[in-house]
């Protein structure tokens, strides 16, 4: 008869091999992004040798590496925050873009942006992107406390707030010139076409959020038994629900700011973490923030050389990806009722 440390040894080395799946895959798709567009360049062509061009230094050094970077930091920093999202609202459908989040975070963004133009600056957009995704955050979390609503209806009022949030970029819109207009709405349809360094280094705020949600795996684990039984446990769950929120407002906010509006990758990318390697959050936390990085550098690097003489927007790319899977969780959450 096999011993339950038999199955848990197993479990752990399917664990392993999965992260180390996954590594691989994300090494191979960050010299395939590198390499890849309409002028092929091999970084280590460009790091090796003393005869490379100046044009394949700057596509390589200038464009590619702070867009592949801007890249895995929004597809991290979306996937985690979508998996403790989903912890912290009890939620297996809670994603930034699905909830409105990651709409508040665009509509302040954009009323500073054509209010303020003096503050048309990347430390202020991240700085606005981040209070707007931390005002929504706050409005979830208090209707579902306060009236403890079910999945479908939790829902409802993540669309609502993201109706709500389209209203209000719409009145932005409407009082904006004609090139600011074409500027806004093809960044909120979510593009990467304007990553930078500066961007970048503003961005670092964005680290020791996602760091430290990484290391919040056991911490986690003990809140999916439920609050009080994880205040026997000696967690201290207000602390740590203050925390958990200031964080996913810094990372959907810096997502949002670098990116516009990226949906479904909160949901597609933990979701299928946890069906792969199981819900201990210590390998779901890791694993997302790499399964993350692998989807949003693909689809962007679809977005970007799918068409010859064209972009296409890469939130446009992570819908019509992340939607067909959104329907068949709704599906199989109704099944099990």
Not at 226 to 251: P, Y
Not at 266 to 272: A, F, S
Not at 321 to 331: H, T
Request: glycine share 10%; charged share 10%.
């Amino acid at each position: 008869m096999l011993s339950i440390d038999y199955f848990a040894q197993r479990h752990r080395r399917r664990q392993r091999q999965f992260l180390c799946v996954i590594s691989v895959l994300v090494l191979a798709m960050m010299y395939l992004y590198l390499a890849s567009g309409e002028v092929w360049v091999s970084p280590f062509s460009v790091l090796h040798s003393q005869n490379t061009t100046g044009l394949a230094e700057t596509l390589l050094w200038e464009i590619r590496l702070p867009r592949l970077l801007s890249a895995l930091l929004v597809g991290a920093s979306l996937a985690v925050s979508g998996a403790c999202l989903q912890v912290l609202l009890g939620n297996a459908l809670a994603e930034p873009g699905v909830l409105g989040i990651s709409g508040g975070a665009s509509v302040l963004m954009v009323m500073v942006m054509l209010c303020f133009p003096q503050f048309n600056q990347p430390w202020a957009l991240m700085m606005c992107a981040v209070l707007g995704a931390l005002l929504f955050t706050l409005i979830l979390l208090g209707i579902s406390r306060r009236y403890r609503m079910s999945t479908s209806r939790l829902l409802l009022v993540g669309v609502a707030l993201g109706i709500l949030s389209s209203a209000g970029m719409t009145w932005g819109f409407y009082f904006s010139d004609q090139h600011s207009l074409r500027q806004l709405i093809y960044w909120l349809m979510g593009s990467l076409s304007g990553s930078s360094w500066s961007y970048l280094w503003v961005s670092l705020l964005m680290f020791p959020a996602l760091c430290w949600l990484l290391c919040q795996g056991h911490a986690l684990d003990q809140w999916t038994m439920g609050e009080q039984h994880a205040r026997q446990l000696g967690l201290a769950t207000d602390r740590l629900r203050w925390r958990l929120i200031i964080a996913v407002a810094v990372l959907v906010g810096g997502a949002v700011a670098i990116a516009g509006i990226v949906s479904f990758v909160g949901l597609i990318v933990p979701h299928l973490v946890r069906l792969l390697c199981g819900a201990q959050h210590r390998f779901v936390l890791l694993c997302s923030a790499l399964g993350g990085a692998l989807l949003v550098g693909l689809s962007d690097l679809g977005a970007r050389t799918l068409l010859e003489s064209a972009e296409l927007p890469l939130g446009v790319v992570t819908t019509s990806l992340g939607a067909p899977v959104f329907i068949w969780m709704l599906m199989k959450h109704y099944d099990h009722r």
